[in-house]
């Protein structure tokens, strides 16, 4: 079984920073691409930020220059650097991975984190 959970969300003001952690667990091989998502009410889920095993990034153009993905491969466990928050920047955020692991019926799955909520406030 693997699981993800986040952790670091909370209610910030506006311009004000938050750091994200998903921590991925259990009977993982590697870790392919990592990626946090958000999710506001009535909204769709939309990518926020992605990181692939070498380190490649790419980022949600209302985030870029503010938020910054990065990833620990001795820990499994991905991170999102949060700065000048905004408003509109409230939402679920949720981690995604890639991860490969030893099941035979399905050795490479795309798991999810719980979700953490980020309020920012104006």
């Known amino acids: 079984q693997v699981q993800l959970v986040e952790s670091g969300g909370g209610l910030v003001q506006a311009g004000g920073s938050l750091r994200l952690s998903c921590a991925a667990s259990?009977?993982?091989?590697?870790?392919?691409?990592m990626n946090w998502y958000r999710q506001a009410p009535g909204e769709q889920r939309e990518l926020v930020a992605g990181?692939?095993?070498?380190?490649?990034?790419n980022y949600l153009d209302s985030v870029k220059g503010r938020f910054t993905i990065s990833r620990d491969n001795a820990k499994n466990t991905v991170y999102l650097q949060m700065n000048s928050l905004k408003p509109e920047d409230t939402a679920v955020y949720y981690c995604?991975?890639?991860?490969?692991?030893?099941?035979?019926?399905?050795?490479?799955?795309?798991?999810w984190g719980q979700g953490t909520q980020v309020t920012v406030s104006s």
């Open positions: 990181i692939g095993s070498e380190g490649n990034t």
């Open positions: 995604g991975a890639q991860i490969v692991t030893s099941d035979r019926l399905a050795p490479i799955r795309r798991y």
């Open positions: 259990g009977s993982i091989l590697s870790i392919n691409f």
